[in-house]
């Protein structure tokens, strides 16, 4: 495994996202010269990804650049600028259920930005593209734990079906014009500074309005919750470590990065309430449409090629999470 190069310059896109900011911190601790790209969308809230700039604005390595990545011509010429060496793309329409709601961001943003990415990325050529993928792919499937050899041909959300082309666009690419391309398959994050669509953040936000969460399925459902920080730091490890080329001649590779011990829904709810000092009023319903029973992450490669797994355990997590968003949102 190479050693991190901090004379490199590191595009990250959706630099003002969740694991976009903590990355860009990561990289800004060690030196590197980061161009951060967000389009600011009102996904969620815009003052929170705000807040996550203002962490980092001051530093002289870091230049943030409003833009979207489904503009082809400003993001060409963010490229001839800058010239990246290693480009992130972590700018996405996230989340399950709004794909439901409104498809047409998610072909915008996933598929016609990630093609602008890596038409970027092929007209100015980079030493490694490194991009967000998601365990949505593995959709209803009964193995576990979840294994990037099992096939995931059969999503259950717009959203899953957008991240499965995403790996299959990049390999294309890899075997196309030689680039070198790794995708990566998030596990449910959360930690500080989250997003508040997921589990964590939300119940938070309902909890602390004495509002009741909404437990779906009953509460029976397993997630295999990751910490931010175990996810920036296997981005991290990857990031100046591309793929060797395939047997077909495509450097192309795609890992998990999952905490790979699921947690029952309801043993995460408790522990968020014990956390934020709140006993959350409970509303049980439902399945609901795209959603999984469990999730569930084998990280075998991640530890075999980079001897690393995610091992943060959520009661740690989540009160990192919980002493952060008292001290954001107060008592």
Same mark, same amino acid.
């Given at each position: ?26 990289? #800004?601790? !060690?030196? @590197?010269? *980061? ?6 969308? /009102?996904? %969620?809230?815009? $003052? ?41 793309? #972590?700018? !996405?329409? @996230?989340? *399950? ?6 498809? /047409?961001? %998610?072909?915008? $943003? ?222």
């Amino acid at each position: 495994m190479k050693e991190f190069n901090s004379e490199y310059r590191y595009l990250v896109t959706g630099a003002a996202g969740f694991i976009g900011y903590h990355l860009s911190k990561r990289l #800004l601790d !060690a030196n @590197a010269t *980061v161009i951060g790209i967000d389009n600011m969308n /009102d996904y %969620y809230d815009v $003052s929170l990804k705000e807040y996550r700039l203002d962490q980092i604005r001051g530093n002289e390595l870091f230049t943030f650049i409003k833009a979207d990545i489904s503009d082809k011509e400003t993001l060409m010429g963010i490229f001839e600028k800058y010239k990246p060496d290693v480009v992130i793309n #972590l700018a !996405a329409q @996230a989340g *399950v259920r709004y794909s439901i709601e409104n498809p /047409d961001a %998610y072909i915008n $943003s996933n598929l016609v930005g990630f093609a602008n990415i890596l038409e970027a990325c092929r007209h100015y050529p980079v030493k490694h593209l490194v991009y967000a993928s998601s365990s949505s792919v593995y959709g209803g499937n009964d193995k576990i734990p979840f294994s990037t050899d099992d096939k995931v041909d059969r999503p259950v959300s717009l959203y899953a079906a957008t991240k499965k082309s995403n790996e299959l666009m990049a390999y294309s690419y890899s075997k196309l014009y030689g680039m070198k391309t790794t995708g990566l398959r998030f596990f449910t994050v959360y930690g500080p500074m989250g997003r508040p669509d997921m589990a964590a953040y939300k119940f938070a936000l309902k909890m602390r309005a004495g509002q009741p969460i909404q437990i779906y399925n009953h509460g029976n459902m397993e997630r295999d919750f990751t910490y931010i920080d175990d996810i920036v730091t296997g981005v991290f490890n990857i990031l100046c470590n591309p793929p060797k080329e395939d047997d077909l001649g495509a450097a192309y590779k795609v890992y998990n990065i999952g905490n790979n011990k699921p947690e029952k829904l309801m043993d995460f709810v408790a522990c968020l309430e014990d956390k934020l000092g709140i006993e959350a009023v409970k509303e049980f319903l439902p399945m609901q449409p795209g959603d999984v029973l469990r999730t569930y992450a084998d990280v075998s490669e991640l530890m075999r090629d980079f001897d690393f797994k995610p091992s943060t355990p959520i009661e740690t997590g989540l009160k990192r999470f919980a002493d952060w968003f008292w001290e954001y949102y107060g008592r």
